[in-house]
């Protein structure tokens, strides 16, 4: 899939803009940010919505959707709705409800890239690219929490320990109930663990638009050779309403291919990917530019969500599924086994270090060195590195460089030491060691 989109993806800090309104997360972040007023005046507004316009009616998936919404945006600014709307957080958050109404898209989503709190190290989750838990549970069942789906590079090789630590199990349980997203390449994965091992079978595809015209492309995913096969095992998926976009995807995909029982709440209703696309004025818009189909159905969960199969609170999915596994209910994993069996590498994945080295390198040039991306890199990709170079320019170079540990987001996390102090940062590479992302550097503590 070329770098320039997202697909499915929520998990990363940088990339947070699909929850689904239920979440919380997407409101939390607002809430936490300091108010303030921007002095937001009308040649601001007409530009921002204007852009807008321009990028819905170019990229959205749907060109008669992105029309309309457009549209709709036009004729509010017109009719002097936006006005009084000085605020740029608050601008932001009308044009995204505004667009929502009439497009109903729940990935879709205008920000304020100038107020938005910077994600930190300490601030990312435990974990291993978006594995969580592992356990073994009495009667040969085996459960897998899963909160994303980081890029394959990084989820891959945890995946593959994780199920190792499975092999024989007599039935499965996999927990998504927290998961917001990831890549659909590391959702297809995790599902060819459950397919007959041979011929590859197709699992999803994502329907993506060129831009500015009503062509598109299609990316399929397909099952691939796992380490251990898990075909036949009776498998159950755990969900919730704040289960969404690829975290949905794989529910969906695990009922259409018929490898699974949902248990649980429907989830949140979005299938759409997209990218990240800079409006101006230090606004951002995450566009969706795609859309999931299941070779199954031919069509996805956009605005359903996937309905379980057994529904029930999500706080209840657990001990239902256990007792339908004839196994003493419990309402938490911390209950049924109060030790995980999964442990996260000691060791980075190649290129990380050799990549910060080079970023520290190259800090007191003018501008980034933007072959340390792929030439596909989109603005929001590029914008990246950008950042990554400004935060890196006044420091100095460190005397050491130390793997500290993967993150739940699919980072490896590195301490950087000086002579009287230490920082900390995360980077995440592609599968061909290109820069995707930085977080950091922070203060240790």
Do not use: C
Request: proline share 8%; aromatic share 8%; glycine share 10%.
């Amino acid at each position: 899939m070329s770098s320039r989109h997202h697909a499915l993806m929520m998990f990363l800090p940088l990339l947070a803009l699909s929850v689904p309104p239920s979440a919380g997360a997407q409101t939390a972040t607002a809430s936490a940010t300091p108010a303030r007023t921007s002095n937001l005046d009308a040649a601001a507004r007409t530009a921002i919505v204007a852009r807008l316009s321009t990028e819905l009616r170019s990229k959205y998936i749907y060109p008669v959707v992105g029309e309309k919404g457009a549209a709709a945006i036009t004729a509010a600014a017109a009719s002097g709705a936006y006005d009084r709307i000085v605020d740029l957080p608050a601008f932001a958050m009308r044009l995204t409800e505004d667009l929502r109404g009439v497009m109903a898209d729940k990935h879709l989503m205008v920000f304020d890239a100038t107020n938005r709190p910077a994600p930190s190290v300490a601030s990312m989750p435990a974990g291993e690219a978006g594995i969580v838990r592992v356990d073994r549970l009495p009667g040969g069942i085996g459960y897998l929490q899963i909160d994303g789906f980081a890029n394959p590079w990084a989820f891959k090789p945890a995946l593959d320990r994780a199920m190792a630590g499975l092999k024989g199990s007599h039935a499965l349980i996999l927990d998504v109930r927290g998961n917001g997203g990831g890549d659909p390449a590391s959702v297809s994965y995790l599902v060819s663990y459950l397919v007959p091992a041979g011929k590859p079978i197709g699992i999803s595809s994502i329907v993506w638009r060129k831009a500015g015209t009503t062509d598109f492309t299609r990316k399929p995913f397909f099952s691939e050779p796992t380490p251990v096969s898990f075909a036949g095992v009776p498998a159950y998926v755990l969900t919730s309403g704040d289960t969404f976009s690829g975290g949905e995807e794989f529910a969906y995909d695990m009922q259409t291919l018929k490898l699974g029982t949902i248990v649980g709440e429907a989830t949140g209703g979005g299938a759409n990917p997209g990218e990240r696309v800079s409006i101006g004025h230090g606004v951002m818009a995450f566009i969706p530019a795609g859309r999931a189909v299941s070779p199954v159905t031919g069509s996805n969960w956009e605005g359903r969500g996937v309905q379980p199969d057994l529904k029930v609170p999500a706080a209840d999915a657990l001990a239902t599924t256990l007792r339908r596994l004839s196994r003493p209910a419990a309402a938490t994993i911390e209950a049924a086994s109060p030790v995980s069996v999964f442990t996260p590498r000691t060791a980075p994945l190649n290129g990380g270090e050799a990549m910060l080295h080079r970023l520290f390198a190259g800090r007191a040039a003018p501008e980034p060195d933007y072959t340390l991306m792929k030439p596909d890199a989109s603005d929001a990709g590029r914008a990246a590195l950008a950042a990554t170079h400004r935060r890196l320019q006044p420091l100095g170079v460190p005397q050491a460089i130390r793997f500290r540990r993967p993150d739940g987001f699919g980072f490896d996390e590195f301490t950087l030491v000086y002579p009287d102090h230490t920082l900390l940062a995360g980077i995440m590479l592609d599968s061909d060691g290109k820069f995707i992302d930085l977080i950091g550097p922070d203060p240790s503590k």
